[in-house]
């Protein structure tokens, strides 16, 4: 488990430069980027591999859902547009359980 735990978050990371990580045993793992052009790319792992067709939910600083979200065959999601600054929480879910949940701000791009 250590080894496949390894080779997949060695594999996700050479793929793209994702800058948040979290995870606990027998949950799924997000990563995810955010860009300056109000874009957060979210990947998504269950047990070594993409996890298909998981949901990624997007929650306002309030708790409430704002836009819900499914993976890709690569175990990706793109979500673009966001109007408001944030703060904002995502979560991913499988048939296995939820990720961890990351909170973030829109970028604004004009910060230094």
């Known amino acids: ?16 430069p994702f800058l ?19 874009t957060v790319r979210v990947l998504v792992y269950q047990d070594g591999q993409p996890a ?3 949901k990624v939910k997007l929650y306002s600083s309030s708790g409430d859902l704002r836009r819900e979200y499914t993976t890709n065959n690569n175990g990706r999601v793109v979500i ?3 109007a408001a600054p944030g703060p904002f929480e995502l ?5 296995s359980g939820k990720s961890m949940p990351q909170n973030f701000s829109r970028y ?3 910060e230094k």
């Open 1 to 16: 488990m250590k080894q496949l735990l390894k080779a997949s978050l060695f594999s996700v990371l050479a793929a793209a």
């Open 80 to 82: 673009s547009n966001l």
């Open 91 to 95: 979560v991913a879910e499988t048939r």
């Open 108 to 110: 604004s791009g004009s």
């Open 20 to 38: 948040s990580l979290n995870a606990q045993a027998g949950q799924p793992m997000m990563y995810t980027q955010q860009t300056p052009a109000s």
């Open 52 to 54: 298909v067709n998981a």
